[in-house]
């Protein structure tokens, strides 16, 4: 026992020994809020780093929360199901393009189109200094292609196409459905290469025009002054640089004594809005309106002229029914806000503006984004603007094409034969009755003009005759053209000076 005690008294000591020790400073915490503490710790931090690495100056990611949008969920669903059930792969990216189309098809709006990376680069050389095609402008029109109009200069106008040209079929493949811009790819080629359009004019059976495809310089403002002082300018198209082209020549033909002014818009399908306002800008009256801009849901915004000094000559303004958008803006500036003579054809009646979104991949997006309305207030869309004096062209500027490989020869019937003995008749010449059937005396007048143009004397309508007959009338067009020659009348001897 006493050992026992001993023992005892010794384990007591020991442990007053022990308690007799300093004690060192630490923190008493329950287990479960060190766990807690733990937790919050690692929250916070990667909170900091997401948000350093979000918003600091070496930002590396992007967060964003996905947004719920209930609208698209049967094309989800949709896309799903082909994704998941349909009997073989599926091109994912084609799908999903072929959706946004979709959409833009749905707008029934020919003006608005979704362009896939490779239509996108066609349509964005429209707006470069050149390229490379048949040179005419296109449109979709109820599930057909249209020919707006032919650009100046080109191959186009001189194959002889024109305004409401419907094309059928682009090297025997149908366009029917096609939007214009998935037209313009199979249109479009290298300088030197073949196209075959098939085209429906009017009533008329349709034919083949075979055109060989060229450079199109985007050369937009053409003038001659002639020996009267009335300047011609025609303007084929509306470019960053129309106006300042327009301006240097009325400044040249302005030192030469210029006393009236044409501008001649015809089968011009318009372009930038800006260059058409600027255009306007060097005649309209500073504070006069020059065109209102509606957008959705906004009252028109009215485009007033500035205060930059004018041209105060007088004008006459030729349009036809190739003339579109920003040639419009500038005919109802003119003739609303200056009073200008409008003479020629009802124009074609776009009062609609577009605007153009580059996506990432390259592909674009255009649509529409408003109306525009005359400084008077008025609509043009799908009604056209009325010319103050009506000049019609003659017969035979709307002459169907005659296709130079095609071989015919006395007794040869075919409605091309129509319209060579037509053009034989108009250049002076005299065919016998003008109908389809190539008569002796039809082939007695073309060796007759064969003669006259030093060409082979054959007798024969083909190649090199065929076009130097379809050259012939296009220039018997602009010499004897009474659209300008009524301009001309009504600016005779009307005389002023330009105040710059």
């Known amino acids: 026992m006493e050992e026992q005690n001993q023992n005892g008294q010794q384990s007591e000591n020991n442990e007053q020994q022990v308690q007799a020790k300093p004690a060192g400073k630490f923190l008493r915490m329950k287990p479960f809020a060190l766990i807690m503490l733990l937790f ?3 929250v916070l931090t990667a909170g900091l780093t997401i948000f350093a690495l979000t918003f600091g100056e070496k930002k590396v990611v992007e967060v964003k929360v996905p947004v719920e949008r209930t609208e698209f969920k049967q094309l989800y669903e949709a896309y799903d199901a082909l994704n998941a059930k349909y ?48 040179g005419a402008e296109i449109s979709e029109r109820n599930g057909y292609v249209m020919i707006v109009s032919p650009i100046k200069n080109t191959p186009a ?23 214009s811009t998935e037209a313009v790819l199979l249109i479009r080629g290298e300088k030197g290469t073949e196209v075959t359009l098939t085209i429906q ?30 300047a011609h300018f025609q303007i084929t198209s509306f ?27 015809r089968q011009n399908p318009g372009g ?15 504070g006069k309106n020059i065109v209102q801009i509606q957008e959705k849901g906004q009252e028109p915004a009215v485009v007033t002229a500035d205060n930059r000094s004018k041209y105060k000559l007088p004008i006459t303004v030729l349009i036809d029914e190739g003339s579109a ?17 409008v003479v020629g054809l009802t124009s074609f009646g776009k009062g609609t503006m577009q605007e153009v979104l580059y996506m990432e991949d390259g592909a674009n997006l255009k649509f529409t984004t408003g109306k525009w309305l005359t400084p008077d207030g008025n609509w043009v869309n799908e009604k056209g603007i009325k010319p103050d004096v009506e000049v019609k062209y003659p017969d035979y500027a709307s002459l169907p094409y005659v296709d130079p490989a095609q071989t015919f020869e006395a007794g040869a019937t075919h409605p091309m034969i129509q319209t060579a003995e037509r053009i034989l008749e108009v250049l002076g010449y005299d065919p016998g009755e003008v109908d389809t059937t190539f008569t002796d005396e039809s082939v007695d007048a073309l060796k007759q003009y064969q ?9 024969v309508l083909t190649g090199e005759t065929t076009y130097a007959l379809m050259d012939a009338i296009s220039e018997k067009l602009k010499t004897d053209d009474p659209q300008i020659l009524k301009a001309k009348e009504l600016l005779g001897g009307n005389k002023a000076s330009s105040e710059e």
């Open 451 to 459: 003669k006259d143009q030093a060409l082979e004397v054959t007798g």
């Open 87 to 134: 009997y073989e792969d599926i091109d994912q990216q084609q799908v999903i393009h072929g959706a946004i189309n979709g959409m833009f098809d749905a707008l029934g709006d020919p003006y608005s189109d979704y362009m896939d990376k490779e239509e996108a680069t066609s349509f964005n050389e429209n707006l470069s200094s050149s390229f490379q095609g048949i």
């Open 239 to 265: 470019s960053e640089n129309t106006a300042k082209e327009l301006e240097i020549l009325i400044k040249e033909f302005d030192q030469q004594g210029m006393t009236g002014i044409i501008l001649d818009v």
């Open 40 to 42: 919050l710790t690692i």
């Open 157 to 179: 106008e001189k194959a002889g196409l024109q305004p409401k040209d419907m094309v059928l079929a682009v090297d025997g493949k149908s366009v029917k459905g096609m939007s």
């Open 272 to 286: 930038y809005l800006k260059a058409a306002i600027d255009i306007s800008n060097l005649f309209v009256e500073s």
């Open 201 to 230: 004019r009017g009533e008329a059976e349709p034919f083949d025009v075979t055109i060989v495809r060229d450079d199109i310089p985007v050369e937009t403002v053409y003038g001659e002054l002639d020996e009267n002082g009335i």
């Open 325 to 341: 958008s920003a040639s419009e803006i500038l005919a109802g500036a003119l003739k609303e806000s200056m009073g200008a003579t």
